[in-house]
């Protein structure tokens, strides 16, 4: 008697029309361990070296309101991610990247500084707090500060910023107010979120490309690798910092044809009625949009296989912030629940990170620039708060790791101004407001966050406590909790 034929899986659907390999797409999430601990890397250098005579590139993609739980390779097996599960496979995956201030502009600004928020001045998207924006909405950070873009322009690199820049002016030549980012400035106008339709700025205001298709992300990879080909063929000298910020999954939440989806499973932090009609309605086509945003992440790769570019360029992929989706019955960004501050981060470099490994370290926003130039062989930004975790991402014995992390929301709809603060451990999630204690979860055991353990846990809540102070104190944070 023969047993039933397996039935495809949406993931392995999708996988078979992007032509990823099945195997890649369903690759547990944790790669297997030799006897020291290490993840395999047949194709490993010896750590700080590079193939390629110069320095090598960077190709670094952030997309909006992407939550970590919600990719395949995260444990996800509702929402179909297989180019990014592959990817995954092929380099380091970092369970615990956290957006440290889960909301736009802050994230952008934090990420260019290698700062967090009350250093760089962008504390929530529209506040009266922003410290270091102008009455116009432009950014100015503050001058002890580094800026992403210079830095590696200083170092000789090509610089291009393609996609959502919500940092201020747009319309803007070369110079200060792109931050080093003047090779290519292909920055979306407004709707930036309209991912049928768009509009481009590429200089002035009277440099602008516009177009429509079926999905914006899409085209910005034919941008890129536009950008990357041209660099390539006419400077081959001079490494590449590609610098992409697509829009979705970011609302609205409609998917693009192909990828509609009609239900997903709710996860069990959804309770109420309210929030699970919310739910119901909205995950199935976030799921759809994360899906054809994968699809766009595997012509990308594809792109830079063509162009033989893979084994001379460090490509990563984060977001900015995930999004509640009614998980713990709310909706929107800037909480410090991890649907909110957790965020999926890759890394591949082949020969230089050790393939299908896991960093047993946090990431936070302001490690990025760090780390980058730490991979990179560039000096240190000089002013940064965040930590060069290139020597753990290779893998290297006795590496240092962050074993917490400061989240800062300062404004938000829940807790207007000053707020709340919270610490990130790898075992507990602890948030307090000025008047006290909000909740503390035990994130490995718990990873819902359903329990919340504020009121039973005295010593804990005041050992957290008082780590959370004195980050606050070492990182210079002025917010005064009672």
Not at 168 to 194: C, N, Q, S, T
Not at 231 to 254: F, Q
Request: charged share 20%; hydrophobic share 40%.
């Amino acid at each position: 008697m023969s047993s039933a034929p397996l039935h495809p899986t949406r993931r392995e659907l999708i996988a078979a029309a992007l032509g990823l390999p099945l195997l890649a797409a369903r690759r547990p999430a944790r790669a297997a361990q030799d006897a020291h601990g290490s993840a395999p890397a047949d194709d490993a250098a010896p750590a700080g070296t590079s193939s390629a005579a110069r320095p090598p590139n960077v190709l670094f993609v952030f997309s909006d309101s992407h939550r970590a739980v919600s990719t395949g390779c995260y444990g996800n097996d509702d929402v179909a991610t297989p180019a990014l599960d592959a990817f995954a496979a092929q380099g380091v995956r970092v369970p615990t990247c956290v957006s440290n201030t889960p909301v736009c502009r802050p994230f952008r600004a934090s990420f260019f500084t290698g700062s967090h928020a009350h250093r760089s001045g962008m504390l929530s998207n529209a506040s009266s707090h922003n410290f270091a924006v102008d009455d116009t909405g432009q950014w100015q950070p503050p001058a002890e500060l580094p800026t992403l873009g210079t830095h590696f322009q200083r170092a000789g690199y090509r610089c291009g910023y393609i996609g959502k820049w919500h940092l201020g002016r747009i319309a803007v030549e070369p110079g200060p107010l792109r931050f080093g980012f003047d090779d290519l400035w292909y920055v979306a106008r407004k709707p930036a979120h309209d991912y049928r339709e768009w509009e481009y700025v590429t200089g002035t205001s009277g440099d602008f490309v516009s177009g429509r298709g079926n999905f914006r992300t899409d085209h910005e990879v034919d941008v890129a690798l536009e950008f990357l080909r041209a660099s390539k063929a006419e400077s081959p000298e001079r490494p590449v910092l590609l610098t992409m910020s697509w829009g979705p999954p970011h609302g609205p939440l409609i998917a693009p044809p192909g990828f509609e989806r009609d239900s997903a499973r709710l996860p069990p932090n959804v309770t109420s009625a309210k929030a699970k009609a919310i739910a119901r309605k909205d995950l199935p086509n976030y799921y759809g949009l994360v899906e054809a945003m994968d699809a766009s992440w595997a012509k990308l790769m594809a792109g830079l296989a063509a162009l033989d570019m893979e084994r001379d360029t460090i490509v990563v992929y984060t977001s900015d912030h995930g999004n509640q989706l009614g998980a713990q019955d709310r909706t929107g960004k800037e909480y410090a629940y991890s649907d909110s501050s957790r965020v999926p981060l890759m890394l591949r470099w082949p020969g230089q990170l050790p393939a299908g490994s896991t960093l047993d370290s946090l990431v936070g926003t302001p490690d990025l620039f760090p780390t980058l130039c730490g991979l990179a062989g560039l000096p240190q930004p000089e002013g940064a708060d965040g930590m060069n975790l290139a020597a753990a991402l290779r893998g290297e014995a006795g590496a240092t790791v962050r074993e917490e992390a400061l989240l800062i929301g300062a404004d938000t709809e829940l807790l207007p101004f000053p707020g709340w603060r919270a610490l990130r451990t790898e075992r507990h999630l602890y948030a307090r407001d000025e008047k006290g204690p909000r909740f503390l979860y035990e994130v490995q055991s718990d990873p819902y966050e359903m329990n919340n353990l504020v009121d039973r846990r005295a010593k804990a809540v005041a050992a957290l406590d008082e780590r959370l102070r004195e980050a606050m104190r070492a990182l210079g944070d002025r917010w005064r909790p009672a």
